[in-house]
């Protein structure tokens, strides 16, 4: 496992969203965003999936996998996780005042 690649990975994605420029419309600034939450939640979703095969493989007594494997995805899982539901929590949080706005 390396660190180094999930580095990399976030950078690429924090690059991919600057660099998007919007358009005229709307709509093709919704679906940029949507594709890119898409992309992060997938990304999300393969690093858990990612960790419980690892855990699954170290606790049949596979040699390939070691314990610094396990807990280093388990870990990543983790902090992606979190980012995850501290963006939605951010993107709830937008909804709520937006709707308290007066019209």
Known sequence: MKIDGFQSEMQA????????????????????FNKLLKKAINNVNSLSQTSSDLQMRFDRGDKDVSLSDVMI???????????????????????????????
């Open 13 to 32: 994605m924090m690059f991919e969203a600057s660099s998007t420029r919007p358009t005229a419309t709307g709509e093709t600034v919704g679906a940029d």
């Open 73 to 103: 995805a388990r870990n990543k899982s983790s902090v992606a996780f979190e980012a995850t539901i501290q963006v939605r929590n951010k993107l709830v949080e937008a909804y709520k005042e937006l709707m308290n706005m007066p019209v």
